[in-house]
């Protein structure tokens, strides 16, 4: 019986692997994935309805799993290897590089969007540089950094699982399986969502601690209102929390709802004094209010998108994929059985929300799912049949080692080599030939990409508008004209921006949209053609380096024109 059970589970981990691996066209994933579903309900009842458990560990064995400081240790060193695999890469998202250059004029005493501009929150821009700051201007080391704040987010998860579900081993897969997902590239741990997790963290832990405490309300309250100072968008997660009060018709339900918002509005009218008292009142308002509205306007949701994520997870780790199916699986039969209205629990709804927020978000950012990636990772000791956490935990196991082992060579030889590695990032070395053309001291540079040119060289943007893909977007620059943050000529604002002669001018023609490259033809790129003042460095060294960039763009150009004095 038990060679049998053991055979099953052979049957349903590799088969449909096999038959992916032989079936090779467009649809074979969705086939893969319907085959995988058909053997887990064949095998429901034999393998997973019962309360026994598939494996039964030696006592000494389990103490050594079930220690809290092994967990741990364990969340960090895997934490390390799988977010450095691409630390030679110098650039996988435009945004980092945004952040970074808006949040630096924090060290010159500006206030966040008085000099420079960028979607995030005010909060987040002061926790950017503040890491900047620690590690020393570092780029290299700034990434290293925040290695740590997604480490923090997963002490966070970790810890609130044990204390709300006294469960050591429940707590190290949840975050062992948030740590695999956010493993893939598409989650580098410089995205603000990692630091609005430890704050979402935080209150899941005090709404489950303490759900009768006006004083844990109160607290929930600030920390919403720090986790929207940096991501605006995660607003949303209060929703739920309003939701079950009102659901389970709690006695003192206003009084929690009202000592709830009393917590989230003090940072923020702490912040609306701050602006008010630097007349910068209608730069933050609009932050909160008209562009986060023109920004979901202006979003095209779809599920398409899910479906491309879904076979990037499967490229990754096909046990990570199938750990995930499986949950899924075991979830939607616990929706389906349990009678005690499961789908109002607060895990749940935070997980609902998570979701939500990607499709009312709209880009199809992949990084907009960590917050989902995160709730979803919560659920695991919401499953009650020992058999669905003991499956979901080997196939968690399998793709430990499988991303472990591809993760491992390259994570050391970077984390081995970072004086190396940070001298040879090419932007870098572009921004110490700008320099050397320009000489000594400071000069106006506007760069309509690559700005971490900006962040090497410690200058401003003469561009208000930091981030590259903000320039087409006309929602973000009409609300900017109309606040006269930007200004414009007959043409447009980045024309404006090139006829005031910059010492320094950086651009680049052809970008990729939905995958087609297309020409910018909103400003002429080719400076020297019009302005005979200037002179076009050669990068082709930089741009052909394959350290430059992770996703390859053969159409992209590195533009720089210098201003012949």
């Known amino acids: 019986m038990l060679k049998n059970k053991y055979f099953s589970l052979f049957v349903i981990i590799l088969f449909p692997y096999i038959f992916n691996q032989l079936v090779n066209h467009q649809k074979s994933l969705t086939i893969t994935t319907f085959l995988y579903s058909l053997l887990l309900y064949f095998f429901y009842i034999r393998l997973f309805s019962t309360s026994m458990p598939f494996f039964v560990f030696k006592n000494n064995i389990l103490k050594i799993i079930n220690n809290s400081y092994f967990h741990i240790i364990v969340l960090f060193i895997f934490t390390l290897l799988t977010q450095n695999r691409y630390l030679n890469i110098e650039t996988i998202t435009w945004d980092v590089p945004s952040y970074l250059v808006a949040s630096q004029d924090i060290n010159n005493g500006f206030l966040p969007f008085e000099m420079q501009w960028e979607s995030k929150g005010p909060f987040f821009l002061y926790l950017y540089n503040f890491i900047s700051n620690i590690a020393n201007r570092n780029y290299l080391y700034f990434k290293i950094l925040n290695d740590l704040v997604l480490f923090i987010s997963t002490v966070s998860l970790y810890l609130t699982i044990k204390y709300v579900y006294k469960n050591k081993i429940s707590a190290f897969f949840?975050?062992?399986?948030?740590?695999?997902?956010?493993?893939?590239?598409?989650?580098?741990?410089?995205?603000?969502?990692?630091?609005?997790?430890?704050?979402?963290?935080?209150?899941?832990?005090?709404?489950?601690?303490?759900?009768?405490?006006?004083?844990?309300?109160?607290?929930?309250?600030?920390?919403?209102?720090?986790?929207?100072?940096?991501?605006?968008?995660?607003?949303?997660?209060?929703?739920?929390?309003?939701?079950?009060?009102?659901?389970?018709?709690?006695?003192?339900?206003?009084?929690?709802?009202?000592?709830?918002?009393?917590?989230?509005?003090?940072?923020?009218?702490?912040?609306?004094?701050?602006?008010?008292?630097?007349?910068?009142?209608?730069?933050?308002?609009s932050q909160y209010i008209q562009l986060p509205l023109n920004y979901v306007q202006s979003s095209d949701p779809s599920l398409a998108e899910i479906l491309v994520i879904a076979r990037r997870i499967f490229q990754h780790d096909y046990f990570l994929y199938f750990a995930i199916i499986s949950m899924i699986f075991f979830l939607a039969i616990k929706l389906v059985t349990d009678t005690k209205n499961t789908f109002f629990k607060i895990e749940i709804l935070n997980f609902i929300f998570g979701v939500l927020l990607f499709f009312i978000a709209g880009h199809s950012y992949q990084h907009h799912l960590f917050y989902a990636i995160f709730f979803f990772s919560v659920l695991i000791p919401t499953l009650k049949i020992p058999n669905h956490k003991q499956f979901t935990y080997l196939l968690i196991i399998f793709s430990f080692f499988s991303i472990g082992l591809k993760s491992f060579e390259e994570s050391i030889y970077n984390l081995s080599n970072t004086k190396e590695i940070y001298n040879n990032y090419p932007l870098k070395n572009l921004a110490i030939q700008i320099q050397q053309e320009v000489g000594l001291g400071t000069f106006d540079i506007l760069a309509l990409d690559y700005v971490l040119v900006l962040y090497y060289l410690d200058l401003q943007n003469t561009s208000y508008i930091v981030h590259p893909g903000n320039h087409t977007e006309e929602y973000i620059v009409n609300e900017l004209l109309r606040l006269d943050k930007i200004s414009t000529n007959e043409f447009n604002h980045v024309s404006y921006l090139i006829e005031q002669e910059p010492r320094v001018i950086m651009c680049n023609p052809t970008i990729i949209v939905a995958g087609i490259p297309q020409k910018i033809d909103f400003y002429n790129c080719g400076i020297d053609d019009y302005k005979k003042n200037y002179y076009k460095l050669d990068t082709v060294s930089f741009k052909n380096d394959t350290n430059l960039n992770f996703y390859i763009d053969p159409y992209k150009e590195i533009n720089v024109y210098i201003k012949d004095n």
């Open 174 to 285: 949840s975050s062992l399986l948030f740590v695999l997902i956010t493993s893939h590239v598409w989650f580098i741990s410089e995205f603000s969502e990692i630091y609005c997790l430890t704050f979402l963290a935080v209150n899941y832990y005090l709404h489950k601690r303490f759900p009768e405490n006006n004083y844990a309300k109160f607290a929930m309250g600030v920390n919403f209102a720090l986790s929207t100072l940096i991501n605006q968008g995660t607003l949303i997660f209060i929703l739920p929390y309003i939701l079950i009060s009102i659901i389970n018709k709690d006695s003192n339900v206003i009084s929690k709802i009202r000592n709830l918002l009393t917590g989230f509005l003090l940072p923020h009218v702490f912040f609306i004094i701050l602006y008010y008292l630097n007349d910068l009142l209608e730069i933050y308002l």
